[in-house]
C-alpha cells in the first residue's frame, strides 16, 4: 500500500477526487478558496474592528480554515513520508528552456535560482519574490479570488467572472513565463 502512495498518480485520479469534493462542496451549498482565507485569519485576528472589509462573520468560513490545515498536514505528510527524493518530471524542452534563462533543472521540486534560501538572500531573488508576492496577492484581490477560488470552484459553478479571470490567469502567466523571466535572467 505505501508503494502504491509512493508513485505519481493518474491526472484522472486527482481529477476524480477534486470533482468528487466539489460535487460535496456544491451539495452543501458552499465554495471555496485559497486566498479567500487570509481574508478569514485576518478578521478573526479583528482586522473587522478598523477595516470594513474584514467586518464579516468569519466563523462561517472555519471549515475552509480547516481545509488549507488539511492541505498543509497533507502536504508535510506526503513530503516527509511519501516523498522518494526524486526530482520533479518536467519535459525535455522545458530543460533546455529553462538552461537558456540559465536557470538549471530543479534538483528537487523547484530551481534552485528562484526558489530557495540562497536565492532569496540576494537582491534579485528578494525582489523577484517580493513583486512576485505581490503580484499574485494583488491580482487575486482584484479578481475576487484566486486560482483554486476561481479555476477549481468557480469554473464548476459555471460563473462567467471565474472564467474571465482565469483566462485573465493564464495570459499573466504566460505574459511572466515568456517575457518577464526572460528580463530577470
Known sequence: ?????????????????????????L????SFGVSSNLRTICAACGAGKNVAFFDFNWRSQVWNLLFIVGAILGGVIASQ?????????????????????????PAGMQPAELFSLEALFTVKG??????GGFAIGFGARYAGGCTSGHAISGLSNLQLPSLIAVVG???????????????FF
Open 1 to 25: 500500500m505505501l508503494e502504491l502512495l509512493r508513485q505519481p498518480w493518474p491526472w484522472y485520479t486527482s481529477g476524480a477526487v477534486i470533482a468528487l469534493v466539489m460535487v460535496l462542496l
Open 27 to 30: 451539495f452543501f451549498g458552499k
Open 169 to 183: 490567469f493564464f495570459i499573466g502567466g504566460l505574459f511572466t513565463t515568456f517575457v518577464l523571466l526572460p528580463l
Open 81 to 105: 513520508f511519501l516523498s522518494t527524493g526524486e526530482a520533479v518530471q518536467i519535459s525535455p524542452a522545458t530543460i533546455e528552456d529553462l538552461n537558456q534563462l540559465g536557470i538549471s533543472a
Open 126 to 131: 528578494f525582489l523577484i519574490l517580493l513583486l
